[in-house]
């Protein structure tokens, strides 16, 4: 799994602090070129964006934690039991610095891997060009070119394509140092140092703010040359080994300056503090103890098990970074199961909802089969295609075991920023109950939150179809509540249907309509069929009217001069029954499209305790 940045510093300096300390303990007892191989461990920890999926990461301690957070700007706090949860940045001027970390820190990181990579190449390229004009071929008992150049400080293995052996003339007069310096430059060749040097120089590019890599970096450097010394005696001979520290002395006396800062260039020496103990190395020799091989092994297995490891989230932390991952592209609701819980069979993940399908609604389920089997994927990423279905919900519900069985549940339709459609109620409204010959049913279908009450006022609407035409002379016992707020006013008429010819299906609400239609009061107009059942049909029409409030207000004034509103309406009628419904919306009051559409479908009128 990939590795978070702050995982990679924290892991990083664990198991470069662990190589200083084993250094120092097994310094003697060890081969030193084992020991310089195992710098190698370093390198690919810092180099590899990758972490194992393991449960025994030094980043499962709190501490480490605590250390991560400095890292990341987040502050922590550690419960009982040592589970580390983060925690809100500090207030006032820790917040605002976090906030702002998160788009400097990455400027700043990116800005010094740039200048650190151009000092390196300009280093290296100046380096290249000084030996180039100062070099003359030389024969020499050597697998490599060798080349003498005046002026040189140091012997050194130089070039990453095709390696040379670069020698000071001083000494091409003294065979014998001669043959040490080009033995001691043809094992850095074989141990591939002048690769390992480059890959040094990467490490510092890409961490050049973290002492420690530069620390690794100087260690791991000393032990190459005393890896080397190790190799060039063995190839040599016992009987040179006393010769060949000579030369080495008299190479580090020679010494004008520094070794190459920053140049990938492999010495003969690597600097004149270190002299002593390496000759003492080289006088004495180094064979590796059985118990120290074996300690060291066993360290090694251990550090590459906390430090190439991720952390194992605890099941909550497993269940934030799931819902964390929850996305929406615009097609698709997608999440990713957390790479740093293992395994991936715990999860009991349940996703569902409801489709809008017309007036009705029907159950859905998703990734039932991953979830029946129990074949999750660690750091997959599933989606949810939502096509052109319209949901009125759709959850997650997700469970891990635990000492407390941690769950999280998840409105994915608010986490992808989904309004929902419409839940719609059923409601059955008796009409005409003045005459009980004339009694009939009306269902439809309302949004959650809305209520049908009765708006009979006794001496007000009981009274036989007035011939005004008007949406107010209907009568209208009910009236369309959301809370307190008025929505609607539903009414109901008789009509008498048209016989004297044939009407078209599509015109037949011409006949029903034309009070409604035809009004100077209340005109519905022009209006749309939704949805026809065996008696009749339901619709949506556009309703203008006059602002009965405002005539109230002003008596004296015409018709005419009376304010006009504009709104919605929803049609109904039973040729059978011969009575048709009409509800007219308040302006201001107006459901959207889709749901206006799936109540006029649910409208529908029959006779009484028929529906």
Same mark, same amino acid.
Request: charged content about 20%.
């Given at each position: ?22 250094? /120092? ?8 070129? $084992? /020991? ?10 810092? !180099? !590899? ?14 501490? %480490? ?34 906030? +702002? ?12 891997? $740039? %200048?650190?990579? =151009? ?43 095709? #390696? ?13 140092? !001669? ?5 001691? +430059? &043809? ?23 973290? #002492? ?9 450097? &000393? ?24 030369? $080495? ?88 199961? #957390?790479?740093? *819980? ?11 909802? /409801? ?78 109950? &003045? ?16 209520? =049908? ?30 809370? @307190? ?21 599509? @015109?037949?609400?011409?006949? =029903? ?12 107009? #022009? ?48 040729? &059978?029954?011969?009575? *048709?419904?009409? $509800? ?28």
């Amino acid at each position: 799994m990939i590795a978070s940045v702050s995982e990679l510093l924290v892991a990083s300096s664990v198991l470069i602090l662990a190589l200083l300390v084993l250094r /120092q303990l097994l310094r003697g007892r060890i081969s030193r070129r $084992l /020991q310089y191989s195992l710098w190698g461990l370093a390198a690919l920890r810092l !180099l !590899l964006p990758f972490s194992l999926p393991a449960g025994s990461s030094v980043m499962n301690l709190s501490s %480490a934690r605590r250390v991560e957070a400095v890292i990341t700007g987040q502050t922590v706090r550690v419960q009982a039991g040592g589970t580390a949860v983060p925690g809100p940045a500090a207030a006032g001027t820790g917040a605002a610095a976090a906030s +702002e970390g998160v788009s400097v820190l990455p400027v700043l990181w990116l800005a010094g891997v $740039l %200048a650190a990579a =151009v000092w390196f190449l300009f280093v290296n390229l100046r380096f290249a060009r000084q030996l180039r004009a100062a070099r003359r071929p030389m024969a020499a008992d050597c697998s490599l070119p060798v080349y003498r150049v005046s002026g040189l400080s140091s012997p050194c293995l130089f070039g990453l394509l095709r #390696p040379a052996v670069y020698v000071p003339t001083e000494v091409t007069g003294d065979p014998a140092m !001669l043959r040490h310096i080009l033995v001691h +430059e &043809e094992s850095h060749w074989r141990q591939r140092d002048h690769i390992w040097a480059l890959v040094r120089a990467v490490c510092l590019c890409l961490y050049w703010f973290d #002492p420690l890599v530069w620390a690794a970096a100087a260690a791991s450097r &000393e032990d190459c040359e005393r890896a080397c010394d190790e190799r060039a005696v063995r190839v040599l001979g016992e009987p040179e080994r006393i010769a060949y520290g000579h030369t $080495l002395v008299a190479v580090v006396r020679r010494m004008r300056g520094p070794v190459y800062p920053g140049c990938t260039a492999t010495t003969m020496s690597a600097g004149r503090n270190s002299l002593q103990r390496r000759i003492a190395l080289i006088v004495s020799g180094t064979r590796t103890r059985i118990w120290a091989a074996a300690a060291l092994a066993v360290c090694a297995v251990v550090l590459i098990g906390c430090t190439f490891t991720g952390r194992k989230a605890d099941p909550q932390q497993a269940l934030d970074e799931l819902e964390n991952s929850i996305a929406f592209d615009g097609t698709a609701i997608t999440f990713t199961l #957390p790479e740093s *819980y293992t395994p991936a069979s715990d999860w009991n993940i349940l996703v569902y909802g /409801q489709a809008a399908m017309g007036t009705d609604n029907m159950s859905v389920h998703f990734l039932e089969q991953e979830n029946a089997d129990r074949s999750w994927q660690a750091g997959q990423t599933y989606s949810i295609a939502l096509g052109e279905t319209t949901y009125r919900s759709l959850q997650m519900d997700a469970y891990l075991p635990g000492d407390e069985d941690p769950s999280l549940t998840v409105d994915l339709l608010a986490k992808a920023g989904i309004e929902p459609a419409a839940a719609l109620s059923t409601y059955y409204v008796t009409f005409g109950s &003045e005459t009980e010959d004339s009694a009939f049913d009306l269902r439809l279908m309302l949004p959650g939150g809305w209520e =049908v009450r009765s708006g009979l006022e006794e001496g007000v609407y009981n009274m036989p179809n007035s011939p005004t035409v008007s949406f107010a002379s209907l009568l209208s016992p009910m009236d369309i509540y959301n809370g @307190d707020v008025l929505v609607g006013t539903l009414k109901y008429g008789r009509y008498t249907p048209y016989t004297e010819e044939p009407v078209p299906p599509e @015109d037949e609400y011409k006949t =029903v309509y034309t009070e409604l239609r035809l009004s100077s009061v209340d005109i519905w107009n #022009p209006y749309t069929a939704v949805s026809r059942y065996d008696q009749g049909e339901s619709g949506i029409a556009d309703v203008i009217y006059k602002d009965s409030a405002y005539m109230e207000a002003h008596p004296e004034e015409n018709m005419a001069s009376v304010p006009e509103l504009e709104t919605k309406g929803l049609l109904c009628f039973n040729r &059978e029954l011969e009575v *048709y419904i009409a $509800l007219r919306f308040e302006p201001d009051q107006v459901p959207d499209e889709d749901t206006l559409t799936l109540i006029a479908g649910s409208l529908q009128i029959g006779p009484v305790g028929t529906l």
